[in-house]
C-alpha cells in the first residue's frame, strides 16, 4: 500500500470535478488490535524481571493474581528523509609534477558533478576534486622558499641551555658542560639549520590548488509514538521493536490520512510539511521514507497481599515497566 496526498498537495484535474477535492486522499491501511499476552508469559516476564533486580523479592511476581489485562494499540510513526547537500572550498596539495587543468576545460557546477549515492538512509560524507580548477602557485607559507623560519630558534640555529639557563656555569660557578660555557645549544628542532622543511609545500615551494567539493548525504528522521495516557513512559518504546503495519518509500511521500488512529494523521501530516520546508530549499531530497510501526504495550493489573499493583509489558521483547514494587528491600540477598 502507499499513501495518498492530501487536498493541498496534489489538486484536482480536469474531469474529476465530480469527486470532489478529496478525491485521492482515500488510504486503506490493515487495522489489527494488538493481542493481549498470556497470563502465563506476564507472569513469566515479571518474574524475570524482579529477578534481574538485586533488592526485588520474586514473591509477588510468583504469588500474584491477575484481576485485568488491557492491550494498548500504540503506534511510533517514522519519517527519514534522505538528502544531499553540497558545498565547495580551496583545497590543495604540495606540487610534483601532476597534471594542471585549470585551462584545458569549463569547470562544472558543484550540482553538475555525477557522483553515486550511496545506501539509502545512511549518512555518508565524500570529497570529490573537482575538474578544470586546478593550478601551481608559490607556496604562501614559505614565500615559495620551501622551508620555514624555525620557530623554537627564531631563525638561529641555538637554543638556550637549558641546563645552565644560558648563564654557561653552573651553580658551583663550574663551566656548564652541556653548553660548554657558551649558554646555548644547537636546536635539536632544525638541526642547528634555522628553518625547517615546509609543511604545506613539503620542500617543494609551489602548491597544486584546486576546487574541492565536498557532498554530504544524511538521513533526517522525524519519530513519533502516540500516547495513550496509560501512565507508561513514552519514552521507553524508542528502545524496542514492534510490528511493522505500513511502509511507504518514494522521491517524495504524501501524508498518511485514512489511518484508523487520528494521531498518527495528525503526526503524519505535520511531519512530511516540517521536512519539506526544512530541506526543499537547503539541499536535494533524494529519498523520502515513511512507516507505521505497532508496538504492544499491555497494562497488567494484579493482586497480592490484599492490595492493587500494575506492571507493563511492552515491545516485542516483552520487557517490562513498573513505577512501584511491591515488595523491596536493602538485603541483597532475597530471592
Not at 500500500?1 to 469527486?19: D, I, Q, R, T
Not at 486503506?28 to 516476564?45: D, K, M, N, T
Not at 557546477?109 to 549518512?123: E, I
Request: charged residues 20%.
Amino acid at each position: 500500500m502507499a499513501s495518498a496526498p492530501s487536498v493541498e498537495f496534489m489538486p484536482g484535474g480536469p474531469g474529476f470535478e465530480a469527486l470532489g477535492p478529496g478525491y485521492r486522499s482515500k488510504l486503506h491501511v490493515y487495522f489489527c488490535r494488538i493481542p493481549s499476552i498470556s497470563e502465563e508469559l506476564a507472569r513469566e516476564v515479571f518474574i524475570e524481571f524482579a529477578s534481574r533486580k538485586c533488592c526485588y523479592s520474586t514473591k509477588p511476581s510468583k504469588e500474584m493474581v491477575f484481576t485485568d489485562m488491557h492491550a494498548l494499540n500504540t503506534y511510533r510513526y517514522r519519517l527519514e528523509t534522505f538528502t544531499e547537500s553540497r558545498s565547495t572550498e580551496w583545497a590543495s596539495e604540495p606540487y610534483h609534477g601532476q597534471l594542471v587543468d585549470g585551462l584545458s576545460g569549463v569547470a562544472p557546477g558543484p550540482w553538475d558533478m555525477v557522483v553515486p549515492v550511496p545506501t539509502l538512509f545512511k549518512n555518508c560524507e565524500r570529497d570529490v576534486r573537482i575538474p578544470h580548477t586546478s593550478s601551481v602557485k608559490g607556496c604562501d607559507s614559505c614565500l615559495s622558499l620551501g622551508r620555514s623560519a624555525c620557530t623554537r630558534c627564531v631563525n638561529s640555529g641555538r637554543t638556550q641551555c637549558q641546563i645552565c639557563g644560558g648563564l654557561g656555569r653552573s651553580a658551583s660557578r663550574e663551566r656548564c658542560s652541556h653548553c660548554t660555557g657558551n649558554g646555548r645549544v644547537m636546536c635539536t628542532a632544525c638541526a642547528g639549520a634555522g628553518s625547517t622543511t615546509c609543511t604545506k609545500c613539503q620542500g617543494k615551494g609551489q602548491i597544486l590548488s584546486y576546487i574541492l567539493l565536498k557532498i554530504k548525504w544524511k538521513n533526517n528522521e522525524y519519530i513519533t509514538v502516540v500516547d495513550k495516557r496509560s501512565g507508561f513512559p513514552v519514552d521507553l518504546l524508542h528502545t524496542v521493536t514492534g510490528e511493522m503495519l505500513f511502509t511507504d518509500m518514494n522521491k517524495q511521500v504524501y501524508p498518511v490520512v485514512s489511518f484508523p488512529e487520528g494521531a498518527v494523521n495528525a503526526a503524519s501530516q505535520s511531519a512530511v510539511q516540517e521536512h519539506q520546508a526544512q530541506f526543499s530549499n537547503t539541499c536535494h531530497i533524494l529519498q523520502q521514507r515513511q512507516t507505521i510501526e505497532l508496538i504492544p504495550v499491555t497494562r497488567v493489573h494484579y493482586a497480592w497481599r490484599e492490595k492493587t499493583h500494575i506492571y507493563f509489558v511492552y515491545g516485542a521483547e516483552h520487557k517490562v515497566f513498573t513505577k512501584e514494587y511491591p515488595a523491596k528491600c536493602c538485603c541483597c540477598s532475597i530471592s
